[in-house]
């Protein structure tokens, strides 16, 4: 096993045990990730993205193959807090105010109230949040909860973000804004984030890596390496080399015939 | 000034005009002409006020004037119905006219438009208490003027001089029913309701196994319980307090355990993320997304534990009680005792109700349903 990898899959595999019979979501998974990197899954639904990130997550467990997150098990992984987590959806909780929600994951953790409150500050800057602290969720639009839940991540201050799809249910003008940001976070923090999407351009965009992966069964048909610079405008999308690596990652999920059924 | 608002003040004012103009009898004499002038002066002022209506001089006159007039034609009618037993059209004509315009007054009150200050938390109160006065009045006037049988229904001032004059009776019988039998029931009920519902939830062998005798034990009927706590409890307050356990478990188990199960996956999921112990879910995420459900089971049974009370008294009781006076006055014919009765059930019932709301708005805030 690689001792520099954040992320190192050997042959996984994961079947769904169903009443019509096993449905295959991951099939032969190999997978390393090196710190710093900013990885995206992309492929059509039911390629098995999600599950993947779940399975990193320690949320559902392989039926067959190695898994190693941070050099431990992923359940020794999740027990020490090693990755944050953001979902499709904000799932904040209404009954908390954003500083509060914020602040949840450090409670658990049993932090004391100065460094927790020192953290909420930090990382709700960091997401430009500062001011809303009082606010109550229901009170901030979609894009503002998002970031919100983005700060409640990093609050674990982990070394490893995984994202599932966290922007899908934002229109098109907030996404950009806030990938934009997110690239700026990763500047600054050189986290490791491993991000699950279905948009090429959002892709394309973010990633330094991008798994391009097929379904039934769900595995990586193309792993590609981007080579545009870390440091991106959204400018970055009308060069070419942008639109050749749209290309090929186009190319790649048309080969895993992702497109015909 | 809407158009329905348009109807009611003129059929008010005629009724007024009409029964100064047809009195029937000398009502309005045996009191002097003051009571005719002051009527007579308020209708023409109305009528002024309604034509300039649009002006603040206008809307002044129109708001306040039919809730003035409709106040003193009430005088008017009071005082009538001590002194004669004779109603002619006159007093029928003024009470008409006197409710319509007290219907206006009400309406124009509740069109003013929401001011967060202390005119409106004045008038959120007055609407109802005006409301529930008028009512109190046609039932005194229609059960004295049509001379219903007392043991059919006593009119309200019979039920309040009842009242004023059993106030120590009607206290030992609400602190023996509802201090006492209900208060206790109700925690003990909701308690082990609530605690049942957190061991079951843990255990897919208790679901299967308890949850079936709960959904049993709540079907029985309640005077087929009520005896059998009396044996088993004895006559004084805690058999009552046993059928109120009884009876508000159940709706608290099952609400809780619904509640329990309302956190979405997404939620667990999160607090699994964040290697979240049972205890933290509880406390965290799940009891908090409960709140709603509990609340509810709450109040369900804040009305079931006082009528389970009431009713297992009438299965043995030493002789205080709310359920005991109203079965025993009942057998007397002294209705007025049972109203009496009825009216500490009632305001006991919907304080408690009302607490327990106002703790729900506080806690569940978040709900959308509360959501300011």
Not at chain 1, 141 to 147: D, N
Request: with cysteine.
């Amino acid at each position: 096993m690689d001792d520099t990898s954040v992320i190192d899959i050997n042959d996984l595999s994961l079947t769904f045990k169903t009443g019509d019979g096993d449905v295959h979501a991951l099939s032969n998974i190999d997978l390393d990730v090196k710190p710093g990197e900013f990885v995206s899954l992309i492929g059509p639904s039911g390629c098995g993205k999600t599950t993947l990130l779940r399975t990193i997550a320690d949320l559902e467990q392989p039926t067959a193959g190695d898994i190693s997150v941070n050099g431990m098990s992923p359940h020794a992984a999740r027990m020490s807090r090693a990755y944050g987590y953001v979902f499709q959806a904000a799932a904040l909780y209404p009954w908390r105010t954003i500083a509060r929600n914020v602040s949840l994951p450090l409670e658990i953790m049993g932090l004391d109230a100065a460094t927790r409150q020192k953290r909420v500050a930090e990382n709700l800057q960091l997401v430009n949040l500062e001011g809303f602290e009082k606010k109550f969720p229901w009170q901030l639009s979609g894009g503002m909860q998002q970031r919100a839940s983005i700060a409640r991540a990093l609050a674990v201050e982990p070394d490893l973000l995984l994202m599932d799809e966290p922007f899908g249910a934002l229109d098109e003008i907030v996404r950009d804004h806030l990938n934009e940001q997110l690239l700026k976070l990763w500047a600054k923090t050189n986290k490791t984030i491993i991000f699950v999407t279905h948009s090429i351009p959002e892709a394309v965009y973010l990633s330094s890596k991008i798994v391009v992966m097929s379904p039934r069964p769900g595995r990586i048909h193309e792993i590609i390496d981007s080579s545009l610079p870390r440091d991106r405008t959204l400018d970055i999308r009308e060069t070419t080399e942008f639109h050749e690596i749209a290309h090929r990652v186009r190319e790649g999920l048309r080969q895993g015939h992702s497109y015909e059924d | 000034m809407s158009k329905f608002q348009k109807i009611l003040s003129n059929l008010g004012l005629a009724g007024v005009f009409l029964a100064i103009l047809f009195p029937g009898n000398d009502m309005f004499l045996q009191r002097g002409s003051v009571d005719w002038m002051v009527l007579v002066s308020g209708v023409i002022l109305m009528m002024v006020g309604f034509a300039i209506v649009k002006s603040p001089a206008g809307k002044f006159l129109t708001l306040w004037l039919p809730g003035i007039v409709s106040f003193y034609a009430v005088t008017i009618i009071l005082a009538e119905l001590d002194k004669s037993t004779d109603f002619r059209s006159g007093f029928w004509l003024l009470l008409l006219g006197a409710w319509l315009l007290g219907w206006l007054f009400v309406e124009r009150l509740s069109a003013i438009a929401d001011t967060p200050d202390i005119v409106s938390l004045v008038r959120n109160i007055a609407i109802p208490v005006i409301f529930g006065l008028w009512l109190l009045l046609g039932w005194e006037v229609v059960v004295r003027g049509f001379d219903v049988p007392q043991v059919l229904l006593p009119p309200p001032s019979m039920i309040a001089a009842r009242f004023a004059a059993s106030t120590s009776i009607l206290w030992a019988d609400f602190k023996q029913t509802f201090l006492q039998a209900v208060l206790i029931g109700y925690f003990l009920g909701c308690g082990s309701g609530f605690l049942i519902a957190i061991v079951i939830d843990r255990s897919p062998f208790l679901r299967r196994g308890l949850l079936p005798i709960g959904n049993l034990v709540s079907a029985l009927p309640i005077i087929g319980v009520a005896p059998i706590m009396v044996m088993w409890f004895g006559f004084d307050w805690q058999s009552k307090a046993a059928v109120v356990v009884v009876m508000t478990f159940f709706p608290m188990l099952v609400n809780t355990l619904a509640g329990l199960s309302a956190a979405s996956n997404m939620q667990l999921d999160l607090m699994k993320t964040y290697g979240a112990n049972y205890r933290q879910t509880l406390f965290k995420l799940r009891l908090p997304e409960a709140l709603p459900f509990i609340f509810n089971a709450l109040k369900i049974n804040s009305t079931l534990a006082l009528i389970g009370a009431i009713v297992a008294e009438f299965f043995g009781t030493p002789i205080v009680g709310m359920g005991f006076r109203i079965s025993t006055e009942v057998g007397r014919m002294n209705v007025d005792m049972v109203w009496a009765e009825i009216a500490v059930a009632a305001v006991a019932g919907s304080a408690f109700y009302g607490v327990i709301a106002l703790i729900e708005r506080r806690l569940t805030f978040w709900h959308p349903s509360l959501r300011a």
